[in-house]
């Protein structure tokens, strides 16, 4: 009996020592099997060193070409001037009056004329609205325009096409073509308007209330390059507005927008036949950026003529 105890105490501990060896196989403790030996012979991934050279960057992305501070990426294919152009003079930079042609002979001529057709047209308030000034150096010498793209101020009108061409080449930049001003104008969503695929009263600075010789001359199509047009007001307000006043009408193109590419002034294209398109602010016209007149030679001007530039993109430095 004493003998048959004891192997049966033996069986129970060998069957205990048995089940832990066999769990420490499994766990990978003394008396398993490594995977490490299994795979004898194959070399260990040394472990990455504290402080070594770090291995080989990605290259970066090469940089977009982009445009001027003063210009807005259109389809990231051109350039096209935030807003309607100012002109300076190309030597001095001095600024050329607003009022009158971008040209010596011509902004004289204009001044004589007017000085006395004022008092003979419309009523007695018109004829007492002097002309504004003409600079005395933009009567003394010859000079050049130079297309200034900037908010807030009264942009030029009373340009020529061949004018126009010549501030924008005198600023680096050129005119527009037809197919480049109206993809411009469409903006992103390429919309017909710049706020959208319809037209509304007042979004742009068109289609006015008021024609400004209808208020100085009582005759809409007379007078056209009285000096004096582009600062009439109805109503108390001024018909010409300042360069993105109109914050309703915007083209947008990535976190950027051109500014009245519809109103405000007609804009000269790149056309030696004669083109201006968008409108101005008392044109008729519910076209939008598909509006365009091409019943004027390139040596046209008159009020409503304005300058807007564009340019192909730049490398990046």
Known sequence: ??????????????????????????????????????????????????????????????????????????????????????????????????????????????????????????????RQMELPLLPGWQKQREFEPRAVSRKGVLPQGYTTGAQAELACRNAGKRLCTLEEWRTACRGERDEQFPYGPTYADGKCNVFREGHPAAVLHRDVTLGHSDPRLNLVRVAGAPLLRRTGETATCASAWEDDAASDMVGNLDEWIDDPEGTFVGGFYARATREGCMARVTSHDFAYFDYSTGVRCCADLRAPP
């Open 1 to 126: 009996m004493l003998a048959l105890a004891v192997a049966a105490l033996a069986g129970c501990r060998s069957e205990r020592d048995g089940g832990t060896a066999d769990a420490g196989a499994a766990d990978g403790g003394p008396g398993a099997v490594s995977a490490g030996a299994a795979d004898a012979g194959a070399p260990e991934a040394a472990p990455p060193l504290v402080g070594g050279p770090a291995g080989p960057r990605p290259p970066a992305p090469p940089a977009e070409p982009r445009c001027p501070p003063e210009m807005v990426r259109v389809a990231r294919r051109f350039c096209v001037d935030r807003y309607e152009a100012v002109l300076l003079d190309r030597e001095t930079g001095l600024e050329i009056s607003a009022f009158y042609p971008p040209s010596r002979q011509a902004a004289a001529s204009v001044e004589r004329t007017w000085s006395k057709m004022r008092l003979q047209l419309g009523d007695a308030e018109a």
